[in-house]
């Protein structure tokens, strides 16, 4: 069974700092990786989806990085801001037919301060 | 505004009520879903729907009913809940189940059973 664990649960910075977030996986058996922003009382909004044939997908200040073999996936956030500050979520999603079974990290909760 | 709309955000019910949950997607896609987000607990899967047929029944118990008139609305049929059940219940969309189809998510409903 897929398990996904990210780290930290929670982080809180400065402004400006460059800051990392981490998220490993069980069975590297993966079609993609994915990273998600939650903000307080509302749903999910998707940053970047690696496919397992990459090494890497970036969107402005955010870089996700994905080495399926040793099942592992990290998101770089430069210069953060407190605009920045939410939950960020990890999910994966497994090869062959998996109907779109998303497995999802618990998250890691972020703080930025002005 | 992600294209999935859910309704109501917040409902309160007794364990002997029966209520019904809402989704509606306005982006085109062929298949939906739910998830359930419980305080410190990873999001799960509960149901998916591919052009309107249900794919995926990851054990949900029975006192779960969904339904899937059409490819844009997806309903969750609430009876006998149990406490251990208030969470946040996510509906989200996706043009079909495979590997390279990014999953759209709504705001969710956040159910308290009393």
């Known amino acids: 069974k897929q398990e996904v664990t990210q780290i930290p649960a929670a982080l809180s910075v400065p402004e400006g700092e460059n800051l990392v977030l981490n998220c490993s996986f069980t069975?590297?058996?993966?079609?993609?990786l994915q990273w998600f922003r939650q903000d307080p009382g509302k749903g999910l909004t998707s940053l970047l989806l690696i496919q397992s044939s990459q090494r890497e997908q970036t969107s402005g200040r955010l870089n996700a990085s994905l080495d399926k073999s040793s099942g592992r996936s990290t998101l770089y956030i430069a210069a953060s801001q407190p605009g920045d500050s939410a939950t960020y979520l990890c999910?994966?999603?497994?090869?062959?037919?998996?109907?779109?079974?998303?497995?999802f990290g618990q998250g890691t909760i972020l703080t930025v301060h002005p | 505004e992600t294209g999935v709309t859910q309704t109501p955000r917040h409902l309160v019910m007794g364990m002997t009520n029966k209520k019904s949950l809402k989704c509606e997607q306005h982006?085109?896609?062929?298949?939906m879903y739910w998830y359930k987000q419980s305080a410190k607990k990873p999001l799960e899967l509960m149901f998916v729907y591919s052009l309107e047929e249900r794919v995926e029944n990851n054990s949900v118990p029975s006192r779960f009913s969904p339904e899937c008139p059409n490819s844009s609305h997806l309903f969750l049929h609430l009876h006998t809940l149990q406490p251990e059940d208030s969470a946040l219940y996510l509906c989200?969309?996706?043009?079909?189940?495979?590997?390279?189809?990014?999953?759209?998510f709504g705001p969710g409903t956040r159910l308290t059973v009393t």
């Open positions: 069975d590297s058996a993966i079609y993609n």
């Open positions: 982006l085109g896609h062929n298949a």
């Open positions: 999910a994966v999603k497994p090869g062959g037919t998996s109907y779109g079974k998303l497995t």
């Open positions: 989200a969309s996706s043009q079909g189940t495979g590997g390279i189809y990014e999953q759209y």
